[in-house]
């Protein structure tokens, strides 16, 4: 009996032992763990922001999509009553009773909608996750079939249809570079997304557009609740008072998207005639920047090609993304803000300002262009050089020219010699120091700061830059091609069109912007537009002063308003009768100033099809404009990859522009 006592004892040592442990040693986790079985945090969705034009146009909206749901735990228990709605809902909405084989590795990677398995596959995931959870079974059907679904709700109990929000673009492609479109959260920013309560495989966000880059302002707040659940998932109460949603905030855009039409109707347009008279695909891609000097309102841009971000509404499609991405002309890139080119003669604006600044030569004297200069290309003072040739896109020169008339033929060896200096002539040419300061005073160099993903900076060159990058010093020949907007100059659309407001608007540079206002969900404004001045060029001390050595001084200029005045003058006769006076480029119906330009380039596709031949290379057409000349309202740009001389392709596009703009804003105005 001892022996029965002590085992006795040793049992109910190991009982309380064990109780011990469970309620006092690990009671909380326990309990922490109870409460979490119990428990469930059910994230409610919100309502995504809408996005309107300048005129309330709507550009991006939410319209319903229907999903056929089951819920594993309300369908019936017979086999019969299951097997009889498996096979109604399958001829309704043509998805198969069995297909596939459901194994362990097929169930961990199922995802709804875009499944290979059948209707009876998914339940029984769905019963084995989570019964009393509805799970999808097809989604998008259409609003006649879900009302067939919904009749049969008494027939077919555990079957219904959830009502989701999507994104809908009733513009599409007219505006898709602008807008974007949404995606689902990426892995690699899931832990960001979900700390702001968003919800991985359910919620979508921005990926490309305004719809990436006003994230937070349209994506709103989800909603949260509290629930008791038992075993098998069903809700049995709330634990809390529910969290309602907060709506995202609606945007009110810039652009209008009547010019927008006109400006991609009209690049497209030439672009496609060109290509048809040259019998061969000249142009590929381009970009129109259109907009107010003096507010920076970007009333138009386009980007082509591009893409139909209705196509990535609900999914985005495996095969379409994949054939964009492989398109060697890139549709997803933004060729506007994010495509770096050389700007040629368009540059030639910023030389134009720096000399006169600087004083290299004042407005009345003359400056001898030939059709071509030989010069002595040294990369180091001391050396003996080697002669290098430079020439005019006029090889028979343009004769004695002032500082207009410079301006207006776009005579490449008068800024070959105001820029780099020549023999006694110009003695000091303005430098790539000192060119740098006034590129860069105008806008060239940096991001705009503009509300679209992947703007680049372009390159404003100079000697410390070469040597790291390029492995050798900085040449005389570099800077007199440089002056000329060629060689390592790189520049994007939004930046030239930064440049000739900057100019356009009395030397003040605006802040480009397509956000024009911010409401709530009642319509009441929440954030109103505010023009910003980035800087005045006038007034702002943002010129680096250099010693004769090329040494900055610290000591900081501005821009006198007179050189300002002298450069638009210069660019009206560009117009009037300069590069641009043809009618098909100058004869808009608001008087214009503007510039055109033809750069030669030699990127990867044309040394592809062994284009790059010295003394031939391609170029890309630019020009750029403003109206009315003396009080401008709108200015654009336009930019046609490969498209040849710059006031033959370009200029149309951009008076096209001009005169749409004149018939929108003042269709009963007399020319």
């Known amino acids: 009996m001892r022996v029965v006592y002590i085992l006795i004892a040793v049992v109910f040592a190991i009982f309380v032992f064990r109780l011990f442990d469970l309620m006092i040693t690990n009671g909380e986790s326990f309990l922490d763990r109870a409460e979490e079985n119990r428990t469930r945090n059910i994230s409610v969705p919100t309502s995504r922001g809408l996005i309107y034009d300048r005129n309330g146009f709507v550009l991006a909206r939410n319209v319903a999509s229907y999903n056929v749901i089951i819920t594993p735990a309300l369908l019936p228990t ?15 909405i043509d998805v198969p009773i069995s297909m596939g084989t459901l194994d362990e590795t097929t169930a961990k990677n199922f995802s709804p909608c875009v499944t290979p398995l ?9 019963d084995t996750n989570s019964p009393y959870s509805p799970i999808q079974i097809k989604c998008n059907i259409d609003e006649t079939t879900a009302r067939v679904i919904v009749g049969k709700s008494a027939d077919w109990p555990g079957v219904d249809v959830e009502v989701v929000s999507i994104r809908d673009y009733p513009t599409g492609e007219l505006t898709s570079e602008v807008i974007g479109f949404l995606g689902p959260i990426p892995a690699v920013e899931q832990e960001y997304y979900e700390s702001l309560g968003f919800v991985a495989n359910r919620d979508k966000v921005g990926y490309a557009g305004v719809e990436w880059s006003l994230q937070e302002i349209l994506g709103g707040t989800n909603g949260q609740r509290v629930v008791e659940v038992d075993v098998a998932g069903k809700i049995l109460r709330d634990l809390e008072t529910p969290i309602d949603p907060i709506p995202g905030s609606s945007v009110k855009l810039t652009i209008d998207t009547r010019l927008q039409a006109a400006a991609k109707a ?5 672009m496609r005639f060109w290509n048809t008279y040259l019998n061969t695909t000249r142009s590929s891609n381009g970009a129109v920047v259109a907009l107010n000097p003096k507010t920076g309102e970007v009333l138009a841009l386009v980007s082509y090609p591009t893409f139909e971000n209705n196509r990535m509404a609900r999914v985005i499609p495996s095969y379409y993304y994949e054939q964009l991405t492989k398109d060697a002309h890139r549709p997803l890139f933004n060729h506007a803000v994010s495509a770096e080119h050389p700007p040629g003669s368009v540059f030639k604006m910023a030389s134009a300002i720096g000399i006169l600044n600087e004083g290299i030569i004042s407005p009345t004297d003359t400056v ?29 020169g343009h004769n004695d020219l002032d500082f207009l008339h410079g301006v207006a033929e776009s005579c490449n060896v008068f800024f070959y010699k105001v820029t780099g200096g020549y023999q006694n002539e110009v003695p000091e040419g303005l430098g790539i120091w000192r060119l740098g300061e006034y590129a860069r005073a105008l806008g060239y160099g940096a991001r705009s700061g503009i509300e679209l993903p992947g703007e680049s900076s372009g390159l404003i060159p100079d000697p410390n830059w070469k040597r790291v990058n390029v ?3 900085w040449s005389s020949g570099d800077t007199y091609i440089a002056g000329v907007g060629q060689g390592y100059v790189l520049a994007t659309v939004i930046q030239v069109a930064m440049s000739f407001s900057t100019l356009a608007n009395d030397g003040v540079l605006m802040q480009p912007t397509l956000v024009y206002e911010v409401v709530d969900e009642q319509g009441n404004v929440i954030q109103p537009f505010e023009p910003r001045v980035k800087w005045d060029i006038t007034k702002d001390p943002l010129i ?17 308003p007179w050189v300002i005045e002298m450069a638009k003058e210069g660019m009206r006769m560009v117009v009037t009768e300069g590069t641009a006076k043809d009618p098909l480029v100058g004869n808009t119906k608001m008087p214009s100033a503007g510039k055109t330009g033809t750069a030669e380039y030699c990127d990867n596709l044309a040394q592809e099809q062994n ?14 404009a403003y109206a009315p000349y003396h009080d401008p309202e709108i200015l654009v740009v336009a930019f046609v990859y490969n498209g040849g ?18 018939g929108i804003y003042y269709p009963d105005a007399t020319p």
Do not use: M
């Not at 017979?78 to 309704?92: A, F």
């Not at 900055?552 to 200029?557: F, K, Q, V």
């Not at 006031?647 to 004149?662: E, M, S, T, W």
């Open 78 to 92: 017979s086999d019969g009553g299951l097997q009889n709605i498996y096979r109604e809902l399958s001829e309704v």
């Open 118 to 126: 059948g209707i009876q596959q998914i339940v029984e995931i769905g």
């Open 266 to 270: 009209t690049l497209e347009g030439e």
């Open 368 to 396: 001898d262009c030939p059709g071509k200069i030989s010069v002595v290309q040294k990369f180091l003072a001391n050396e003996t050089g080697t002669t290098r040739d430079f020439v005019c896109w006029n090889r028979e």
């Open 471 to 473: 492995g050798e010093n």
């Open 544 to 560: 680096q002063v250099y010693d004769q050595n090329n040494f900055p001084t610290g000591e900081y200029r501005t821009v006198e």
């Open 611 to 624: 284009r790059c031949t010295f003394g031939n290379w391609p170029t890309h057409a630019w020009y750029a």
């Open 645 to 662: 001389e710059g006031a033959a392709v370009a200029g149309p596009v951009v008076r096209k522009i001009l005169d749409a703009y004149h």
